[in-house]
């Protein structure tokens, strides 16, 4: 498998999506960028869920001051993977 490097920022996120998680199985640095967070049906997804949507969202407006609306019906695209949900939070800082 040809995983994809990750930026500085897409390390940072992923070192708070483990913690906040509490990922015990896998290092932030092990999350591919590309990879899907929710789709558990697809190779390396992190099969993460609602409850864990809302962790993130909470972990992304203490870290970094942005709002991520639990109805914008653009999620889907931001919570896609590691890298759309990096550039959606540079977009809004």
């Given at each position: 498998m040809d995983m994809s490097t990750q930026t500085e920022e897409e390390l940072k996120l992923?070192?708070?999506?483990?913690?906040?998680?509490?990922?015990?199985d896998i290092s932030a640095s092990d999350i591919d960028p590309e990879a899907a967070l929710f789709d558990a049906s697809t190779?390396?997804?992190?099969?993460?869920?609602?409850?864990?949507?809302?962790?993130?969202?909470?972990?992304?407006?203490?870290?970094?001051?942005?709002?991520?609306?639990?109805?914008?019906?653009?999620?889907?695209a931001v919570f896609k993977n590691l890298r759309s949900l990096t550039n959606h939070i540079n977009s809004k800082r």
């Open positions: 992923a070192e708070i999506l483990v913690t906040v998680l509490d990922l015990e190779p390396n997804s992190l099969g993460l869920d609602s409850i864990d949507a809302l962790e993130i969202t909470l972990a992304i407006t203490k870290n970094y001051g942005v709002q991520i609306k639990a109805d914008d019906e653009n999620n889907h």
